[in-house]
């Protein structure tokens, strides 16, 4: 039984994890991290807003992606070998495997629902900031995730686990920020796919709860491959 207290599918109450991050500490980023961080910050400015954290899902996605095409890779070669592959190796694999293709579809939904609400606003956003600039920035964080993977899984899930520490905190902290989104019902096509809200901070904290699963998700890779 994993250690890790994870929320999907739990009904709790969304202020009380609300503070429960904010009085916590984020795990460490690394020197890639705190450059993206600051990258982040002059390219979308300091303050959270909803249009920031579309962009800061896009990137979301790819370290996921990166493991699972690297696991299929991996798996290939191991398959291609004389010797038959360990049990044990295919078993560690498939589950990054999977991991890599139901955390791809959360952060793709929380990219949807962003998206969704930030038009139903009005908000304008424009294509070199909100288009091009993330594809970029997403296909060198994919890059960096497959060439840290290759030489320490462990360097790879630690820094994607300060990643997703670092984004339930913002989430949170918006929602702190903005209190009267408590107010504000939401709705969005999306929620045929993701656990429906009512309110618009209640979204948002739903997103940072994700978030944490995340983190914890590849803590629990880690102890993984110290256990192999």
Known sequence: MSKYQYTIGKILNLVEEQERTLSGRKLKSN???????????????AKSSLQKFKVLEILARYPYWAWENGCYLR???LFAKK????????????????????????????????DSIIRQKGIKLGFI??????????????????IIYFFSPVASFQ????????????????????????????DSVYFKYYPRQ???????????????????????????FFAN
């Open 31 to 45: 020197f890639i991290l705190q450059v993206m961080y600051v990258t982040f910050d002059v390219l979308y400015g």
């Open 75 to 77: 798996l290939s070669r």
């Open 83 to 114: 010797d038959k592959a360990s049990e044990e190796n295919i078993a560690l694999l498939h589950n990054i495997i999977s991991l890599g293709r139901e955390a791809q579809d959360n952060e793709q939904y929380h990219m949807f629902l962003l």
């Open 129 to 146: 900031r909100y288009v091009v600039l993330p594809r970029i920035m997403g296909y060198i964080y994919y890059y960096l995730t497959r």
């Open 159 to 186: 820094m994607n686990a300060a990643f997703e520490s670092h984004a339930e905190y913002e989430y949170m902290k918006m929602a702190k920020e903005n209190p009267q989104w408590d107010n504000e019902p939401v």
């Open 198 to 224: 009512k309110t618009l901070n209640d979204l948002i904290r739903r997103i940072a709860l994700d978030e944490r699963d995340h983190k914890n998700s590849s803590l629990e890779e880690i102890e993984r």
